[in-house]
Structure formats: structure tokens, C-alpha cells
């Protein structure tokens, strides 16, 4: 089955204490990028990455750190988590631009992250 | 550059009549549109999509759009709701046409909330 796959899908930690969520999706898609999502503020995004070993900041990179050493995996790492990183994350995954069906991007379950 | 206004933040509608949740879009290419659904405590599904073709576009769920260019609008509609339609939805934008990164990303509008009464 054809997904995007994230873990945690819940986590609790406290400030300073680094942190991993990870993504992982099974289409062999090019592009992959990581949103936040806060009330009344829709989707925003955080980073993405145009294939392996290229990535590049979204709107509110601030905080968060990324990796694409494999097409699959795109982690998304907290150094130093705030209680501002308090949030709902969805990782999302697409096909390169020059595909036919490029338009459609996939998205994960969601990560529900607190930050005491 | 691309942005997008969902201009109600919170629509109430009773079970069996229309659904209008009204988006803006700006964008300085050719945008591709699409509306997405999340319902509570949900992930993010595609409801349709808007590429260049047909203007009026069907999506699941009885749902379409209308996309109209003079307007800069892409407007979600379905003519009978129902209450399990009652979720959150977001219009979104991303400009085709232009050139490197910026041509892959999506810009999200702030979401409407839709609830059904019965």
C-alpha cells in the first residue's frame, strides 16, 4: 500500500531535550517536505527536499533541522525543542514535477508533538 | 510569490442544503489549486484538484470548484450537505510555470471549519 508513514504519532518532552520524528514513504517520490500545522494558521511549511542530499528551508524553518541521505527517509530533528515547537507535524511526499501525476501530494498520519 | 485567503474562517450550515466555502488565490505563474479535507483528528485528503484543464472540477464526496480566473477564485461547493462533511478544509495554491524550488511549493490557506447541524 502506498504510504507515508510517520513515528512518533505522539510525543511529550521538555525543553532542551533533542528530538527525531521520522518520515518514510514507500513511492519512491522525489519530493518530500515537513508543515506544521497551528489553529487558525493553516499548513506551514517547514522544510523540503527536492531529492537526496538536497534540501531547503519553507516558511518557518526556525528551530528544526533536516536530512535526506536516503530517496525514503526525510527526519525532521528538534536540537533544542521550545514549547513554541508545540504543534501538529505532517510530513508529505510527491512525485518529481516532470511526472504526469506530480500534482498529487501524499501526506502522513501526523505527529502531535507537546513541549513542556 | 503565491497566497491564498480562505475568507471564512468558520462556516455553519444545516443538513441538506448547500456548502460554499469561498478561496482567493494569488499567484504570480499559472496556479495549480486543490482543496483538502481534515476531519478530527485526522490526516490531510485530497478532495480535488485543479490543474489547467477543466475549470469546473468534481471532487469526492459530491464536492467541486469552480475555478475562475478573473476572479482569482476558487470557490468549494456541493449542493446537500451532510454531517459527516463537517471537518476542517483548506485551499491551496502552488504556482506552475516557475522556475527551481519555489515551482514545488504548496501555500496553504488558514482552513475553514465547516459544521453541519442537523
Known amino acids: ?116 | 510569490a503565491q497566497s491564498v485567503t480562505q475568507l471564512d474562517s468558520h462556516v455553519s450550515v444545516s443538513e441538506g442544503t448547500p456548502v460554499l466555502l469561498r478561496c482567493n488565490y494569488s499567484s504570480s505563474y499559472s496556479p495549480s489549486l486543490f482543496w483538502y479535507v481534515q476531519h478530527p483528528n485526522k490526516g490531510l485528503q485530497l478532495l480535488l484538484k485543479y490543474t489547467s484543464a477543466a475549470t469546473l472540477v468534481k471532487g469526492i464526496n459530491g464536492f467541486e470548484a469552480e475555478f475562475k480566473k478573473s476572479e482569482t477564485s476558487f470557490h468549494l461547493t456541493k449542493p446537500s450537505a451532510h454531517m459527516s462533511d463537517a471537518a476542517e478544509y483548506f485551499c491551496v495554491v502552488r504556482a506552475v510555470g516557475g522556475s527551481g524550488a519555489g515551482s514545488y511549493q504548496l501555500t496553504f490557506g488558514k482552513g475553514t471549519k465547516l459544521s453541519v447541524i442537523p
Open chain 1, 1 to 116: 500500500e502506498a504510504q507515508v508513514t510517520q513515528n512518533p504519532r505522539y510525543l511529550i518532552t521538555v525543553t532542551g531535550k533533542k528530538l527525531t520524528v521520522t518520515c518514510s514513504q514507500n513511492m519512491n517520490h522525489e519530493y518530500m517536505s515537513w508543515y506544521r500545522q497551528d489553529p487558525g494558521l493553516g499548513l506551514r511549511q517547514i522544510y523540503y527536499s527536492m531529492n537526496v542530499e538536497v534540501t531547503d528551508k519553507g516558511d518557518v524553518p526556525e528551530g528544526y533541522k533536516v536530512s535526506r541521505k536516503e530517496k525514503r527517509n526525510f527526519p525532521l530533528i528538534l536540537e533544542s525543542p521550545s514549547p513554541n515547537q508545540t504543534s501538529l507535524y505532517f510530513c508529505a511526499s510527491r512525485p518529481d514535477r516532470t511526472s504526469g501525476t506530480s500534482e498529487t501530494q501524499y501526506f502522513g498520519p501526523g505527529t502531535r508533538l507537546l513541549v513542556l
